[in-house]
């Protein structure tokens, strides 16, 4: 069977409803951070070539048929935690070479050119993302104290901090019209999603959970987040309003379920699950009408 041959699932998720999923893997490999560029066609995720090397690759999406590819040339190094500009010239993205010296990279595809961020201090650089008009790349870095938000300009300078809180700050995504910014973060010694209003810097958290609600995605209509918690056992995958009301979960699998992220459509959602000990990636509707997870 080809690894990217295509079946769909209908998947019972009890109580909260009904999902079509479709399999998109099948080698069982580690992955993760999936995302899809030219309007859905293509998914770009990170793969556990070798023991020793993580390997952004690319999948064709309109060819069943296909295997993915790398998408670079660099086969000595560590790629993690791709995002792409609005317009999918530039990509930014985490790499490690093997003597764990971390960076962050912001690639010029048009003009083959890497603009490298200089930081003091050996934090690790996380979860990069574009801001609304690709203007600048928001990424985590703990400088001085525990990770916060960064803000630079396409060329790695003009570098500002944007957040000063408690706490580890992570994964920020930006709602379509570039008004909030949405993140998790640990202050309350958890990780919890909260919104932040980007001219005014008030911030209001959203999710109340014991354990953690990490890896937050706003959907490409603003209206929605999508999210990994572990408030009911595992790492599941959730989805509520931007607001922080009408939680509800996606996913029920006894393993893993992790990293997602929307399709361009807004109506699915992409993420890695693990079953039987083997991880893959998994195409899902967003399931309707379905029951609400109390926060």
């Known amino acids: 069977m080809s690894l990217s041959k295509f079946v769909f699932i209908a998947v019972s998720l009890g109580l909260y409803g009904h999902a079509e999923e479709e399999r998109i893997t099948y080698d069982g490999s580690n992955k993760r951070d ?5 309007q859905g066609k293509k998914l770009i995720y990170c793969l556990d070539e070798k023991d020793d090397l993580i390997r952004a690759v690319s999948l064709d999406l309109s060819d069943p048929e296909s295997e993915p ?7 000595r190094s560590h790629q993690t935690e791709l995002a792409y500009s609005p317009d999918e010239r530039f990509v930014s993205f985490s790499e490690c070479v093997s003597n764990l010296t971390g960076k962050l990279v912001i690639r010029d595809l048009g003009a083959n050119k890497d603009a490298i961020i200089d930081h003091s201090g ?14 600048r790349v928001i990424y985590a ?12 300009d396409l060329e790695g300078k003009d570098k500002i901090q944007l957040t000063e809180t408690e706490g580890l700050t992570h994964w920020p995504s930006f709602t379509p019209n570039g008004e909030h910014m949405v993140f998790a973060n640990s202050r309350e010694n958890n990780y919890e999603i909260y919104i932040r209003d980007i001219e005014v810097g008030e911030e209001r958290r959203l999710t109340e959970n014991r354990i953690m609600d990490i890896r937050p995605r706003v959907s490409p209509d603003g209206s929605k987040i999508c ?7 595992n790492y599941e995958i959730y989805v509520m309003n931007i607001d922080g009301s009408d939680v509800v979960r996606i996913t029920d699998n006894e393993e893993r379920d992790d990293f997602p992220s929307w399709h361009p459509d807004g109506n699915r959602i992409v993420y890695v699950s693990e079953r039987d000990g083997q991880k893959d990636i998994f195409l ?3 399931p309707k009408p379905v029951k609400v997870t109390v926060r």
């Open 69 to 75: 590819v790398p998408l670079f040339d660099d086969d």
């Open 284 to 286: 899902v509707d967003i």
């Open 141 to 152: 870095f703990a400088e001085k104290g525990p990770m916060q938000l960064w803000s630079v």
């Open 227 to 233: 999210f990994v918690s572990t408030r009911d056992g």
């Open 34 to 38: 999936p995302i899809f560029i030219a």
């Open 122 to 135: 050996r934090g690790a650089y996380r979860t990069p993302v574009f801001t609304v008009d690709g203007k």
